[in-house]
């Protein structure tokens, strides 16, 4: 079984930075994509950045492209979302999710293990 667990959130004010966190346990194995998703209240659940097994890759939505950073470590098999810039748009949970494949897609179903998500509230 594998468990992920996100931390780092909290409110923030508007133009402000918030890093979050999601650390990975259990049998992960490896070669896996590391990816952050997000869903506000009444909305469904979207995709916010991902990244490759290396860190050779990342892809983002465009709502978030130059304001948001994702990387990993893999020694401590974490991956982490720098938000800068933040606006009120960005309010909602925080998910990450373990990959099915070494590659960062956008796609949920390519995803097999989530965490509990971390709250995160913008502020004007």
């Known amino acids: 079984q594998v468990q992920l667990v996100e931390s780092g959130g909290g409110l923030v004010q508007a133009g402000g930075s918030l890093r979050l966190s999601c650390a990975a346990s259990g049998r992960t194995g490896t070669y896996y994509a590391m990816g952050w998703f997000r869903q506000a209240p009444g909305k469904e659940r979207e995709f916010v950045a991902a990244i490759s097994w290396t860190g050779a890759l990342t892809i983002y939505a465009d709502s978030v492209k130059g304001r948001f950073t994702i990387s990993r470590d893999n020694a401590k098999r974490s991956s982490y979302l720098q938000m800068n810039s933040v606006n009120l748009e960005d309010t909602a949970v925080y998910y990450c999710?373990?990959?099915?494949?070494?590659?960062?897609?956008?796609?949920?179903?390519?995803?097999?293990?989530w965490g509990q998500g971390t709250q995160v509230t913008v502020s004007s």
């Open positions: 999710g373990k990959g099915k494949i070494s590659s960062p897609t956008p796609r949920g179903a390519d995803y097999d293990y």
